[in-house]
């Protein structure tokens, strides 16, 4: 162990640290692979069977794509219900009535960008199904009742943050989620020279304004 001492402290440990795969009833019969969307290589392996691919994020939507492209039988399934709407709302059904960036600021959702994978769906070649109740060998049941076999899924679920787990006995800079407790623009400033880098929810332009703000105010105090 060792430790260190310093006058100034910047969490830079950002919005997505810890891969987080949610706790399906089951999911330890399934027989089949069962991975974190950051632990996937490719669809090689996977050619001719049939993969699950849970979320509809810009990780989930590209690996979908990806084993739909190389002849892999590929469905997603949402999250909720209200991803499962997205599909339509963002997929060109509907246009959206707030913006992507919006959407960031006010619920922490990144924008998916589309490489393709919106025309395969609509094509059918990517199957989309309501969220997942629970998991029995390889069977998935669905919100629905239906009930699908799958050689691998892949949880597209996005992250946790741990900041706050390590980060002990503070009381005025992050929330029991991880996030700033003090809303934008004066989340990146905590007390006794404790500051937070990129948990502004607001992607690369957050970054940049919490650092730029740090590092005018560091230097304000040495030159003191």
Aim: aromatic letters at 12%; charged letters at 20%; glycine letters at 10%.
């Amino acid at each position: 162990m060792e430790e260190y001492f310093c006058k100034f402290l910047v969490v830079a440990t950002g919005e997505a640290s810890y891969p987080f795969i949610p706790d399906v009833p089951g999911l330890a019969s399934f027989t089949g692979d069962a991975f974190h969307s950051t632990q996937y290589k490719n669809a090689e392996k996977y050619r001719g069977k049939n993969v699950l691919v849970v979320g509809c994020g810009n990780s989930g939507m590209e690996i979908a794509l990806d084993l739909a492209n190389n002849v892999v039988d590929t469905i997603m399934v949402m999250l909720s219900k209200l991803m499962y709407g997205d599909i339509s709302k963002y997929y060109g059904v509907k246009r959206p009535e707030e913006g992507p960036f919006a959407c960031k600021i006010k619920y922490g959702k990144y924008p998916v960008f589309d490489l393709g994978t919106y025309r395969k769906i609509k094509s059918g070649e990517i199957q989309v199904l309501p969220a997942m109740k629970s998991i029995r060998g390889n069977d998935v049941v669905l919100e629905n009742g239906k009930i699908h076999q799958f050689d691998g899924i892949v949880f597209a679920t996005g992250f946790k943050r741990t900041t706050h787990n390590w980060l002990q006995g503070d009381d005025y800079l992050l929330n029991e989620d991880g996030l700033p407790k003090q809303e934008f623009p004066q989340h990146w400033k905590g007390k006794n020279g404790l500051y937070c880098v990129g948990l502004s929810r607001r992607g690369l332009y957050g970054i940049a304004f919490d650092a730029q703000n740090i590092a005018t105010h560091i230097n304000s105090l040495l030159s003191e």
